[in-house]
């Protein structure tokens, strides 16, 4: 039906930089509001950051704010996830998930809960 696959992750050390992507396939031509979440072992699933279907509107996690970037390509049916100035907190399973609520307002975006569709996930981990 609709598929999510992420990519992009690895191994890099404090203080830089790496750019996840997910890419949206299937057998719908909808364009959903996209988020990604991680995940390390032995803590909740965490919202990092969300972006509506248009890419006008966006929302980040505090702890990210200033060094994560979301944006959108919808001619590729892709969201990006630029991540700058990594820590080592930053480590974790990274998920990107697609969200059917039409209404940017009235999606509870910051919670896993509200989405339909979630990719596979993909590891980042920031050594030091």
């Known amino acids: 039906q609709v598929q999510l696959v992420e990519s992009g992750g690895g191994l890099v050390q404090a203080g830089g930089s790496l750019r996840l992507s997910c890419v949206v396939s299937?057998?719908?031509?909808?364009?959903?509001?996209m988020g990604w979440f991680r995940q390390a072992p032995g803590k909740e699933r965490e919202f990092v950051a969300a972006?509506?279907?248009?890419?006008?509107?966006?929302d980040y996690a505090d702890s990210v704010k200033g060094r994560f970037t979301i944006s959108r390509d919808n001619a590729k049916n892709t969201v990006y996830l630029q991540m700058n100035s990594l820590k080592p907190e930053d480590t974790a399973v990274y998920y990107c998930?697609?969200?059917?609520?039409?209404?940017?307002?009235?999606?509870?975006?910051?919670?896993?809960?509200?989405?339909?569709?979630w990719g596979q996930g993909t590891q980042v981990t920031v050594s030091s």
């Open positions: 299937g057998r719908t031509s909808s364009v959903y509001l």
């Open positions: 998930a697609a969200d059917r609520t039409y209404s940017w307002v009235a999606a509870a975006r910051t919670e896993a809960t509200e989405y339909d569709y």
């Open positions: 972006i509506s279907r248009t890419g006008a509107n966006t």
